[in-house]
């Protein structure tokens, strides 16, 4: 948006999500390792075990896949982790709700499949309407690119990484 700083931009090199799937493991890993401390809370709404799996392995606590069916719980979480469009909201519903549901500092990890130049557009705005600000843009591409050559990057997702302000004293509307 205009006047707003520029966002780092990564590329994480990382295998394509299988076909319906949200991410592959090592993206999992990845979101889980960069994102949380041990012991931190993790909302998994991905499809697919692979953020389960990272969630597990990295000694983090989570609210899995029944979090979509009976609410993410009264704990605020350091992670929230989800595929893009959201199933049950609009827009700007869902990122508030996140809001309310991140501790201070927490991030909201959004996968959108790569190739909709507006959509990471509309979502930033929409996020940025609920109360987040937009922290990172990852670009998960099959192969790193090299030092000195040119590479034509395989990219499949791009991760939108959205926060909530430390200084934010709680949920309500931003």
């Known amino acids: ?40 809370l993790v909302v998994d709404l991905t499809v697919g075990p692979q953020l389960a799996r990272a969630v597990i392995a990295a000694r983090r606590r989570s609210h899995l896949h029944p979090a979509r069916l009976f609410g993410w719980g ?5 992670l929230i982790v989800a595929g893009w469009p959201p199933d049950d909201t609009s827009p700007r519903g869902f990122f508030a709700r996140c809001r309310t549901g991140l501790v201070p500092g927490g991030c909201v990890a959004v996968l959108l ?5 507006t959509l990471p ?13 937009y922290l990172q843009h990852i670009v998960a591409a099959g192969q790193a690119p090299r030092r000195g050559q040119r590479t034509q990057l395989d990219i499949h997702t791009d991760v939108l990484i959205l926060t909530r302000s430390a200084t934010d004293p709680g949920g309500g509307d931003g």
Do not use: F, Y
């Open 1 to 40: 948006m205009p006047g707003d700083p520029p966002v780092p931009i990564t590329v994480w090199p990382v295998p394509a999500p299988q076909q319906s799937e949200s991410m592959s493991t090592a993206m999992g890993v990845r979101l889980v390792h960069n994102l949380t401390h041990p012991c931190d």
């Open 121 to 133: 557009v509309d979502v930033v705005i929409a996020a940025k309407r609920a109360g987040l600000a």
């Open 113 to 117: 499949p790569h190739g909709d130049v």
């Open 74 to 78: 009264p704990e605020p979480a350091a």
